[in-house]
């Protein structure tokens, strides 16, 4: 295994983290703790979770988990989603994240978060009070470090920005979808990471499991996987529809079907080579990978320290450029002088 520094801290975290959102829904909670231990005995030492996953079940199963090896996770959270009936039981008010707090301790058992995310922005919310109130967590030694999920670029520019001014504690690390068939931050999240050293950790790395070539384009998905979850959003949408209007496409599984071959070519299989691609990225911290086996844990993690040629990252990028065709933008790219203009 190898590890990479959380953005500018000095915590060090897996490149391969383990992601929970199937725990207590897709996989059973004997099976989560057996897919756990094997993650942690494989050297990996990152977790996420979130108070939003299955009601807090997630979390409850984590926390059975972790007796006796707590100080050796870095544990993450979040704090964001629907957690009861009340209109205040939601968001990223200092009333909602002192609440949801307390309940995530008390499901994971244990005394701090290594990691605590706001799980989406809150547009209700300033950002100067959210901050304040994971400050304060910081300062009570509830919560070592704050990072933020599904922000825009600019939500987290303007959050490092009030951190800075108000010497609040700052959003350390970004959680943002990012594979081979979704590039889009690329354009603006990345490159603000890099210059502010804040750290990325990406879900989705296999596009809901389309990147393991098991999907067949002239059939529906079968039940039991993401595509025909029935569960709501938050935005009260199956988690289903969500995820095929997401990824499932004519124009992904041509992308997919590329893609295979050059894997193939260089004697890789689809899994490990999505995977490997992600981490070539120096701006990558760590990818979230969620499991429903063991199998699967030991499958995902040979894609870790492997390092693709020049020729298999130039077809990556050739598929996306067909998939999002580079066109006109507002801002001027780092590479714009070196493009030939008419």
């Not at 059973?28 to 979770?49: H, K, P, Q, Y």
């Not at 922005?121 to 901050?131: A, K, R, V």
């Not at 429903?292 to 693709?308: C, T």
């Amino acid at each position: 295994m190898r590890y990479r520094n959380l953005g500018r801290t000095g915590l060090k975290v897996s490149e391969f983290c383990l992601g929970t959102f199937n725990f207590g829904n897709q996989v059973g909670e004997a099976d989560s703790i057996s897919i756990i231990g094997r993650a942690l005995a494989s050297g990996v030492n990152f977790l996420d979770t979130s108070d939003g996953y299955i009601k807090g079940i997630s979390e409850k199963i984590v926390g059975k988990a972790l007796k006796g090896t707590r100080q050796d996770v870095v544990l993450a959270t979040k704090v964001a989603f629907v957690t009861g009936p009340g209109v205040n039981d939601r968001g990223l008010s200092r009333g909602h994240i002192m609440q949801a707090i307390e309940g995530s301790l008390h499901r994971l058992q244990t005394d701090y978060i290594d990691l605590y995310y706001a799980h989406v922005p809150d547009y209700g919310t300033p950002i100067e009070e959210t901050l304040r109130a994971l400050d304060d967590l910081v300062h009570q030694g509830k919560v070592r470090y704050i990072a933020c999920s599904n922000f825009f670029s600019w939500q987290l520019c303007k959050s490092l920005w009030v951190s800075d001014v108000r010497n609040l504690a700052r959003f350390e690390c970004v959680e943002s979808p990012y594979n081979l068939l979704y590039r889009d931050i690329e354009d603006e999240l990345l490159p603000l990471c890099s210059s502010e050293n804040v750290g990325v950790c990406v879900y989705n790395p296999l596009a809901a499991g389309m990147l393991t070539g098991k999907y067949d384009p002239d059939n529906p998905p079968p039940a039991g996987t993401r595509f025909t979850m029935t569960s709501l959003m938050s935005n009260n949408r199956p988690k289903g529809e969500v995820y095929r209007e997401r990824y499932w496409s004519t124009a992904n599984f041509e992308a997919i079907a590329r893609l295979r071959i050059v894997a193939e070519e260089h004697g890789r299989n689809l899994t490990q080579f999505a995977l490997a691609w992600i981490l070539n990225n120096p701006s990558i911290t760590s990818i979230i990978c969620g499991v429903s086996s063991l199998e699967h844990v030991d499958e995902n993690l040979k894609g870790i320290g492997v390092n693709l040629t020049a020729e298999e990252i130039a077809v990556c990028d050739d598929v996306w450029n067909r998939l999002r065709p580079r066109k006109f933008t507002y801002g001027r790219r780092p590479d714009w002088d070196a493009v030939p203009r008419v």
